[in-house]
């Protein structure tokens, strides 16, 4: 199956930039699609809610504004990630919000509601559900999702725990549509890796972070850096669901990564940021295990240059 239009013009590298709760924003945004690749931002950075109007505003103006000024290197789409857990207060404003605008692509996690796929489709937009399972996967289909997150183990944030060739393989045998791959992705190599696997694009949210642009403190830009895949643990206490967290932010809320206690899912509060004193991701640094390939904190643009020529690398290695 191809391609909807939307995923794949515009694009300099089949990318997809995750959105990162907190430090997307929509500078970040902005930058992501100016480079080439799709950005993102979670609905719930935007508070209160009355300033996703604004942000989709200044973001959709301004991708127009340089789409006329660059008519031969147009802007790649954007999306926005929707919560769509019972504890999201905001999901019908937020939802309401991307229609007004037509956001052109809406990712939705922790949760399938046909009726966000309805609102979505309404004006032409699409939907992508992110999955940690073959079993989440055809719900989403079934519930009227488009394409469909591959989240496997070593991603950041919120992570599965499948290998990501087992769980591509499985989605696959069944399910012809856009898929994109999540889990330790870094460089211009692993997204081709991702492309090889059936994969159509790679989603990649941990290099970001040490961006000029994201809204990240420097002492946590400078974490992507300096710490590896040595320096991350899996735990569910910060916000109820598995994710993938820096040990060293673990230890600098006076927890020791060691010996954390298992959170009750169903205390899960994803509209006040989590359901532990310590928050992701204020607090408690999430990142992914692909980090080791970030060398240096540098521009969006800069980054999306190197992930490309990288990518563009390795395809000639494969000649």
Known sequence: MALPSILSKNLKIPVVAAPLFIISNPDLVIAQCKAGVVGSFPALNARPAEELDRWLEKITT?????????????????????????????????????????????????????????????????VLHDIINNRFAHKAIEKGADGLIAVAAGAGGHAGSLSPFALIQEIREWFDGPLLLSGS???????????????D???????????????????????IVDYNADDIMLSNLFTGVHGNYLKPSIEAAGLDPNNLPESDPSKMSFGSGGSSASKA???IWGCGQGIGAIKIIGSTHDLVENLTNQY???KARLV
């Open 281 to 283: 991701w204020k607090d």
């Open 185 to 199: 992705i870094a460089k211009g190599d692993a997204v081709l890796a991702s492309e090889a696997m059936g994969a």
């Open 201 to 223: 694009l790679a989603y990649i949210g941990s290099a970001f972070i040490a961006t000029h642009e994201a809204n990240a403190t420097q002492a946590y830009k400078q974490a």
């Open 62 to 126: 301004e991708l127009a504004e340089y789409d006329r000024q660059n008519p031969e290197n147009p802007s790649a789409p954007f999306a926005v990630n929707q919560i769509v857990h019972s504890s999201n207060d905001r999901l019908q404003h937020d939802v309401e919000m991307c229609v007004k605008w037509k956001v052109p692509i809406v990712i939705t996690s922790l949760g399938a509601k046909e009726f966000v796929n309805e609102a979505i489709h309404s004006y032409g937009g699409i």
């Open 312 to 314: 563009n690398t390795a």
